[in-house]
């Protein structure tokens, strides 16, 4: 039952990302701060993708891993544009932004991209054997990804939150604000899976119920104009 429910929101979380990934790329196509969401979720279902795929119950075990760490690496990719759009936001042109904070944004997302190839997941071959996948994901990898996803989307949901407060525009207050509410899902949707994977897969499945809320609020936020003003417009903050 349990695999069955993780494919069904593997599948229900793809199309909310890429619906989410359509609408803001199409409210402003030449803008970066829409283009970074797009990538955001254009990689993250992506990864969906392959998060279902995995539990296929592929015939061979080590093609299952391989599918499962390139799952993780696409999550972190999206998180990494998210972690830009900040930044966009912040320093209003790409090029502004300077080379310490790109050496923070993909150092963090390499780092949390390797310890999955340094500390691959194991499979359960005896549920296997069932046509049940079960991985296990040793603790350095388990950590410090989880710890790298739920940081960036702590940090993004702050700073957004600053920047709302001092835009003049009202169309970009209401969108960022179901941007935020979004973001506390997602924040829940991590600790729990976080939890399901020291305990049980129970947890997870709550998770990625919530992580299917966030892109609920996401999509109703950004689909409420044809199209989206920059927030960049706004006065900048400084560090």
């Known amino acids: 039952m349990i695999h069955i429910l993780e494919l069904l929101f593997s599948v229900i979380s793809t199309i909310l990302v890429f619906t989410f990934s359509w609408i803001t790329y ?3 196509k030449s803008k970066w701060l829409n283009r970074c969401f797009a990538l955001y979720g254009l990689f993250l279902g992506i990864g969906f993708i392959f998060y279902g795929i995995y539990h296929l119950a592929l015939h061979s075990p080590s093609l299952i891993i391989i599918v499962m760490i390139t799952s993780h690496i696409m999550y972190n990719i ?7 759009s900040v930044f966009v936001v912040q320093y209003i042109k790409i090029s502004n932004i300077p080379l310490k904070i790109w050496a923070l944004i993909f150092g963090s997302c390499f780092i949390s991209c390797i310890v999955y190839v340094i ?3 194991i499979l359960n071959k005896i549920k296997f054997e069932e046509l049940i996948v079960d991985t296990i994901t040793p603790v350095p990898a388990f950590i410090i990804t989880n710890f790298y996803r739920v940081c960036v989307i702590f940090y993004i949901t702050i700073r957004f939150h600053q920047f709302i407060k001092i835009s003049p525009n009202f169309s970009a207050k209401r969108k960022f604000m179901y941007f935020k509410y979004g973001n506390f899902f997602f924040i829940g949707g991590l600790a729990l899976n976080f ?3 020291i305990l049980t897969s ?7 119920t919530m992580v299917v809320i966030t892109f609920i609020y996401y999509i109703i936020g950004f689909n409420q104009d044809q ?12 560090n």
């Open 26 to 28: 199409r409210m402003n």
């Open 78 to 84: 999206g998180f990494s544009f998210l972690f830009i």
């Open 119 to 121: 500390f691959p997941p």
């Open 195 to 197: 939890i399901g994977g």
């Open 202 to 208: 129970f947890f997870e499945i709550v998770g990625l």
């Open 227 to 238: 199209k989206i003003k920059q927030i960049s417009q706004s006065p900048l903050l400084t």
